[in-house]
């Protein structure tokens, strides 16, 4: 009788546990599989900062052999260079973060339904941060780079839940 | 191992990675800048693989625009 009654407990507990557990493993994977993709995103926009950035330096070395020029000469022209891929590795370094910061956000105010006014401090903040890395990725002193499509579509997100028009 | 002192350990790893990282552009060893650079976390293995891209584009430069000897 006792085991029965051990039994009938440990059912009622997993059922308890299986009940409340599920959807926050659900959600759990549904994180996991964002910060992949976002990952995947940022390493994608990595490698293509570093090949823009190897074209052109090539070029510069390419066009001062033919000009018999100095390496002097090089790195005077390549400053501006270093600079541009520097500032972008460093934006797409945080990257991740802020985009996995945006869909959160994004989640949230869309469980929160009508309280979603709540969000749009927080979607103001990261709305900036997300421009800030953007506006990197157009071009200057190095070939501007393609912005996803998943990145265009979280910030047309924010703008919507920070009442910005969208663009 | 508690989830902060397993963090802290990631965190300790990824700093001596980066300096040996360091360690290595210093002295031009490119191979080992990306070998050591697979070894860090995301963000910063962006930023460290992308001074290694700048190191190796000077070196080749350096090599190329090298003043003709004698004459």
């Known amino acids: 009788m006792k085991k029965q009654q051990f039994l009938s407990l440990a059912i009622v507990l997993l059922t308890a546990l299986f009940a409340s557990g599920c959807p926050a493993r659900t959600a759990q994977i549904v994180a996991t599989r964002t910060v992949v993709a976002f990952g995947s995103v940022t390493e994608q926009l990595a490698q293509q900062n570093d090949s823009t950035y190897t074209e052109a330096t090539d070029a510069l070395r390419v066009r001062l052999v033919s ?16 600079a541009a891929h520097t500032r972008r590795a460093r934006a797409l370094a945080r990257f991740a973060d802020t985009l996995y910061d945006a869909a959160r956000l994004i ?19 990261i709305l900036a941060k997300l421009d800030e890395t953007i506006s990197l990725l157009e071009g200057h002193e190095l070939p501007a780079l393609p912005i996803p499509q998943v990145v265009r579509d ?3 997100s924010l703008q919507t839940i920070a009442g910005v028009p969208t663009s | 191992m508690n989830p902060v002192e397993l963090i802290s350990s990631i965190l300790r790893i990824g700093g001596l990675v980066s300096e040996a990282v360091m360690d290595a552009m210093k002295a031009g060893d490119v191979s080992a800048v990306e070998e050591l650079t697979k070894h860090l976390p995301e963000g ?15 070196a080749k430069a350096t090599e190329a625009l090298k003043p003709a000897s004698g004459g």
């Open chain 1, 67 to 82: 000009e018999h020029g100095t390496i002097q000469q090089y790195v005077a022209a390549v400053g501006p260079l270093d």
């Open chain 1, 107 to 125: 989640d949230r105010s869309r469980e929160a339904g009508q309280s979603a006014t709540s969000y749009v401090g927080a979607a103001v903040s």
């Open chain 1, 154 to 156: 979280l910030r047309r």
């Open chain 2, 44 to 58: 910063a293995r962006i930023e460290a693989r992308s001074a290694a891209l700048q190191m190796a584009q000077l």
